[in-house]
């Protein structure tokens, strides 16, 4: 499948788009963003069941709206003690407009009474390139790690400031940018998609 010549980043958050230029900083593309380009972007509704098939409405969208291969990824925290809840539905855990501080403080009221013990928790990410002529290419990365009551660090967004990655001492907020691309989700699923491009 190979790298294309230009990437087309299908999202409008201004953290992700960051992460993304981060982590893929590498690949031999020239990028696409509504911050660069004038579009025009579509706004996908999450309609999926599952983060593959929000990946793929977004991934999708942007290639037939642009004309360009579309990158698109859909991500969430997985609690076992709410049978793998929010998943998918992490950005909209407290309400279809809930804010990231709405949804963090909606997880932490849902974790009382749960010990240390049985926080355990991963974040998943599933990222997709699409191509306009229909092909397209996935790849899943996952983060082991606890939640903790408190909020701990400035650092990322969302989850972050309770999510102790697994081996760490500090929260996902607490650690570099540099550290958390490493180590991250989106970190593995992007440089497995990478990995897969190169190899063609």
């Known amino acids: 499948m190979a790298f294309p010549a230009r990437i087309a980043i299908a999202s409008h958050n201004t ?3 960051r992460e993304i230029g981060r982590i893929c900083a590498d690949w031999p593309v020239e990028w696409l963003t509504v911050e660069n ?3 025009p972007w579509p706004d996908v509704e999450e309609t999926g069941s599952t983060y593959l098939e929000n990946a793929l409405l977004k991934a999708r969208a942007g290639a037939a709206a642009l004309g360009e291969p579309a990158l698109a990824d859909d991500s969430g925290i ?3 003690a709410l049978g793998g809840r929010p998943g998918p ?3 909209r855990f407290a309400g279809e407009d809930a804010t990231d501080q709405q949804n963090l403080d909606e997880l932490i009221r849902a974790l009382k009474g749960i010990p240390g013990s049985g926080r355990t928790a991963r974040y998943r990410c599933l990222a997709v390139l699409a191509f306009p002529d229909g ?5 899943e990365g996952t983060c082991e790690g606890t939640l903790v009551g408190k909020p ?3 650092q990322g967004f969302g989850y972050d400031p309770i999510f102790v990655p697994e ?4 929260t996902m907020a607490q650690i570099t940018d540099e550290e958390k691309d490493r180590i991250s989700h989106r970190g593995r699923a992007l440089r497995a998609l990478g990995e897969t491009l190169a190899a063609d």
Not at 135 to 139: F, I, Y
Not at 167 to 170: I, L, N, V
């Open 167 to 170: 081996g760490r001492g500090e």
């Open 135 to 139: 092909r397209e290419v996935h790849a």
């Open 15 to 17: 953290h992700k788009l």
């Open 152 to 154: 701990r660090g400035s």
């Open 37 to 39: 380009h004038e579009g």
């Open 89 to 91: 539905r992490s950005a």
């Open 78 to 80: 997985e609690v076992d």
